[in-house]
């Protein structure tokens, strides 16, 4: 069954350092999202991406966040100075049709830890 | 805002028995609900999901039951087995629908 990867599964950086956390989402799916999880906490939602754009982002999501579709696999989140609060699970996921008609797909998850 | 909730953090089961995990939802306008599964460490896997046209679904040992009037959601798992065990969460989509709203989780126990 095809499914979202995500690499890598466990990014240590220092506060204030750039990271890139990458995911490839399933082939024929449209639709992309970023979410995190602070441990032992909900599931929250960043921002989802359809059409080479964002569609939403959230409060959590901002100018130090961005995302980018490289190529026509790979979706990327990048925190550009990191502090000890981003400290979380991230999840990428997505979608084939969106907007109310199937199931977010989450990919396992990058443990990001900031120091 | 957040619609979906849920009313218990932890549930406790006896192997056999059969588990039933509870979601409130308070946007009378939802018309798609999801349960996910999430063990430790990994991300939020798929169960099943409802859309508001029906009250009823099944899957494999798996019941979601949507009731619209007093908007509660539930998911039934029959026979419990110890593979069981993880952070079942209720989601459903924005009005946008560019986004789901993740209830805070039921974490279940299956005691051998």
């Known amino acids: 069954e095809p499914e979202v990867t995500q690499t890598p599964s466990h990014q240590v950086t220092q506060m204030g350092q750039e990271v890139i956390l990458r995911c490839v989402p399933i082939?024929?799916?449209?639709?992309f999202y970023w979410y995190r999880q602070i441990l032992g906490q909900k599931v929250e939602f960043l921002v989802s991406f359809y059409n080479n754009e964002i569609s939403e982002k959230s409060e959590i999501f901002d100018d130090q966040f961005s995302v980018e579709r490289p190529d026509g696999s790979n979706f990327t989140l990048k925190i550009r100075s990191t502090k000890l609060e981003d400290s979380a699970m991230y999840f990428c996921a997505s979608t084939e049709t969106g907007r109310n008609n199937s199931p977010l797909h989450f990919g396992n998850g990058t443990r990001l830890t900031v120091t | 805002g957040e619609s979906v909730g849920l009313h218990l953090p932890t549930l406790s089961v006896q192997e056999g028995d059969n588990s039933i995990i509870n979601c409130a939802y308070s946007?009378?306008?939802?018309?798609?609900f999801i349960w996910y599964k999430q063990e430790s460490g990994k991300g939020p896997q798929f169960i099943i999901d409802i859309r508001s046209n029906m009250d009823k679904r099944q899957g494999q040992r798996v019941t979601v039951l949507l009731n619209k009037t007093v908007k509660h959601l539930s998911l039934q798992i029959a026979a419990t087995q110890p593979g069981d065990s993880a952070v079942y969460f209720c989601?459903?989509?924005?009005?946008?629908?560019?986004?789901?709203?993740f209830g805070t989780g039921t974490s279940l126990t299956v005691i051998p």
């Open positions: 989601a459903d989509p924005s009005d946008t629908g560019n986004q789901f709203y």
């Open positions: 946007n009378s306008a939802s018309d798609y």
């Open positions: 082939s024929n799916h449209l639709y």
